[in-house]
């Protein structure tokens, strides 16, 4: 690997990117979580080039986001079918995806994200699941974990005053 | 730019990452929202080298999420605040760590977000604006919305079934 890793952050943000934090990987998890899962409907929508599409699919398969399915025999073909960790990126996607509505994206929104269980437009927004209320961005702090080094220990709770 | 735009998607999720979604730069982000502002400090805590650093830190000001503040004279020194733009991305950065805490950080979360309102471990979920109820993952699909394009259009609501 070219980059130099995310080594010795002991964060879940940076494991996390290490994961699907290369270019053109959440383009790919978005295809497949939008029911597009054939190698060569990913590449026509996503428009990466075919080695590095095979790269970041290898990649999701080797980290069990995705698995593999063959859906023919002759010729063979396979198609990518997310798994559970796979579709637990979802919030992730769905966050960035309101993120460039509001700030990147001139012409409206392209994609509206529903709600399939009440079949309503779901506008989705982060709710505290202690006081049940919607958390306002600026109103999250963090405070060590049961993970945390001795130096994040010692940070106590951030931001600090 | 070396690298292959995210062009002609006609996607919030493509065009947010054309901004954030340089290797480094959501955790550059990360410091910034957790109170680390200098470029010292947050050269220390992603581990970034210093040219990189630099680079980020003017894309994410030439994009308006983060602006130069002067702390001293002599030196001239500065540091980055977020905007109202930047601190947006939290719940991008929160969905990452919760995905990561889960999947990617076998010793347990490093830090626990806390919302400063109510005092209580966050522990956020998405929730329907509409039905109000958690959106458990798998339960969003997207309809076409008034930025579509006529091929964005005619895919209808996805996933296909």
Redesign the interface.
């Known amino acids: 690997m070219p ?2 890793p ?18 053109w990987t ?2 790919v998890m ?1 295809e497949v ?4 899962r054939r190698f060569a409907e990913i590449r026509r ?5 075919p080695n590095i599409l095979s790269d970041r699919l290898q990649v999701l398969v080797e980290h069990g986001l995705l698995r593999r399915r063959r859906y023919s025999e002759h010729p063979e073909s396979y198609e990518y079918v997310p798994t559970r ?1 796979g ?19 001139p ?12 079949g ?12 049940g ?17 001795a130096g ?1 220990l010692a940070e106590g ?4 005053p």
Chains 1, 2 share one sequence.
Do not use: M
């Open positions: 980059y130099r995310f080594t010795d952050q002991n964060c879940s943000i940076a494991a996390a990117l290490e994961i699907v934090g290369e270019r959440l383009l978005r979580l939008l029911g597009r929508n996503v428009g990466v080039a960790k579709v637990d990126l979802n919030p992730v996607i769905i966050t960035l995806l309101q993120w460039g509505d509001r700030y990147a994206t012409g409206g929104p392209p994609r509206v994200p529903v709600h399939t269980t009440c309503h437009d779901a506008d989705p927004r982060l709710h505290c699941s202690h006081c209320e919607i958390i306002q961005n600026g109103e999250l702090t963090v405070r060590p974990g049961p993970g945390a080094t994040q709770v951030l931001p600090r």
